[in-house]
């Protein structure tokens, strides 16, 4: 990251301050059915069984439990379609509120979108997610027109004129996965409120569902983002793991210094640990997540404060003793030049003191302005050439090919460069003011020579100071290496990885090369 940053500048929401409008985050978490609880102390067991390698990984594994685990979280109809429609299900807390939102905007028309990544729309006949709150939305009196889901548009044009309807006021309801209605899905135009029934797996999936309406363009100046939570099933443990891993991810592509590693950030199984604890309701494991965000941040917060004292340290060795030296050195020459300066004054008796020019002395200004233009003329090289000598300085003649202008320079103890041009008086004065200036460089030389004294006693002090945080980092470390005990979470547990697809949608094909050898 610190060689990327060398060629990129990076650049998040935050920092560009673009017209959005100002998200309100509600987290409406809603008790478990009895049925869930008892399916998740199942889905526990199913994991004892598979880490004590009793069942076959084709029968049932980690990956497996996981996405029974997620299903069983959004509705415990995804499990059997036949349990009943349990009254305090997270389904219908979400359409209590599109319903209620619904109502509220009827005069501007305001829509909203609802986000499910494990169901698909079916037949009214079978039972998902999608079907179940159109029909509940429909018998409390929503237009069946002012509801879709992205899923009906099969082409681009359709899905466009989909978006169009939206952004129109004439969809206010439009449900989809992130896949589908994720990038590229521009209906912000009126959207008031935003729901997530399910957590994604990637904090890029969250990242890509708040950016359909946190977005330019969107008439209101506050919106709802609502975050459904199943209490007591994988749902709350998931948006903990999900944040975790945006938060980590985030301290990497940023414009503060970055963190040494990052984990990966796309696992798409729990542990048998953590479904374990989820299973049993053991309060260490949200403890650990906490614990875990909290470290990684002091973490970042310890790495700030070492860059900044290797880089007093390296100030205090080598660059504060050289640039105080470069410094006096620039002191004692702009003086001794001072003092030529003085001794040699622009004017003697109210007359112009005269200059030496290739061996000849002029007593006329003009004279020795034309003879200056003459040289210039005649010079043939870019390379310094000896011209003469006034008020106590030698002076050299050269063509700066950068500037494409002459310029004469002054040699004292320093060379102080004039810049000719074509007036035969102007470039007496212009070197009269460059001598004049030496004593305003002199001082400003003096006064950044004492500020470079200044910040190295400056530098001194801090560079002893300890990091402040240190006590508070070592605590939640050893806490955190006790609870990881505890959890058992460091034991040779190896999560699935990789990603079971959205119900509805075709499984990836296996790259079978690797067994080839």
């Not at 179940?132 to 899923?151: A, M």
Request: aromatic share 6%.
């Amino acid at each position: 990251m610190a060689m990327f940053k060398e060629v990129a500048d990076i650049k998040t929401a935050d920092t560009l301050n673009l017209p959005t409008p100002t998200p309100h985050y509600h987290n409406v978490a809603v008790k478990p059915s009895d049925f869930q609880k008892a399916m998740v102390a199942e889905l526990g067991e199913r994991a004892e069984k598979v880490r004590n390698n009793q069942v076959d990984a084709s029968v049932d594994n980690m990956l497996k439990i996981t996405n029974d685990g997620r299903k069983l979280a959004l509705d415990q109809r995804m499990i059997n379609p036949l349990l009943p429609d349990f009254e305090g299900s997270k389904i219908n807390a979400c359409i209590d509120n599109i319903f209620m939102i619904w109502q509220e905007n009827a005069d501007k028309k305001s829509a909203q979108l609802v986000f499910c990544d494990l169901s698909t729309p079916k037949p009214d006949a079978e039972f998902s997610v999608y079907t179940d709150i159109r029909r509940k939305l429909i018998e409390r009196g929503v237009p069946k027109s002012e509801i879709s889901f992205i899923h009906e548009a099969k082409t681009e044009a359709q899905k466009q004129e989909l978006f169009k309807k939206v952004r129109k006021g004439e969809v206010r309801v439009l449900l989809g996965s992130t896949q589908k209605m994720g990038a590229g899905t521009n209906v912000q135009n009126k959207l008031i409120a935003l729901h997530d029934i399910d957590c994604p797996w990637r904090p890029s999936d969250l990242e890509q569902r708040s950016g359909r309406i946190i977005r330019q363009g969107n008439e209101n100046p506050d919106v709802d983002i609502y975050r459904y939570v199943t209490e007591e099933t994988f749902d709350a443990y998931l948006y903990q793991l999900v944040e975790g891993k945006q938060k980590f991810a985030s301290q990497i592509m940023t414009s503060k210094s970055p963190v040494r590693s990052a984990e990966d950030i796309d696992d798409t199984a729990l542990s048998y640990a953590e479904i374990k604890m989820l299973a049993t309701g053991n309060p260490y494991i949200k403890e650990k997540m906490d614990l875990d965000i909290q470290v990684q941040k002091l973490r970042l917060y310890k790495s700030h404060y070492l860059s900044e004292k290797y880089e007093l340290e390296d100030k205090i060795i080598k660059f504060y003793p050289q640039e105080i030296s470069l410094l006096t050195a620039r002191v004692d020459g702009l003086k001794a030049d001072l003092e030529i300066a003085k001794a040699h004054p622009k004017e003697v008796d109210g007359k112009f003191a005269g200059m030496v020019i290739d061996g000849y002395s002029y007593t006329e200004k003009a004279e020795a302005g034309q003879v200056i233009i003459e040289a210039c003329k005649a010079k043939t090289t870019s390379e310094p050439t000896p011209l003469g000598e006034y008020r106590g300085f030698k002076m050299e003649l050269e063509f700066d090919t950068f500037e494409r202008a002459y310029a004469v320079k002054l040699k004292g103890h320093f060379t102080h460069s004039v810049t000719l041009g074509t007036d035969v008086y102007g470039n007496i004065t212009r070197i009269d003011n460059a001598v004049d200036n030496i004593e305003t460089r002199l001082h400003k030389a003096e006064e950044q020579m004492e500020n470079t004294k200044a910040q190295l006693e400056t530098a001194k002090v801090e560079v002893e100071k300890p990091f402040a945080q240190e006590d508070e980092l070592k605590q939640k470390m050893t806490r955190l290496t006790k609870l990881n005990a505890l959890l058992d979470m460091d034991k040779g547990d190896t999560p699935v990885v990789g990603g079971e697809p959205d119900e509805g949608d075709l499984p990836p094909t296996r790259n079978r090369n690797d067994r080839e050898r």
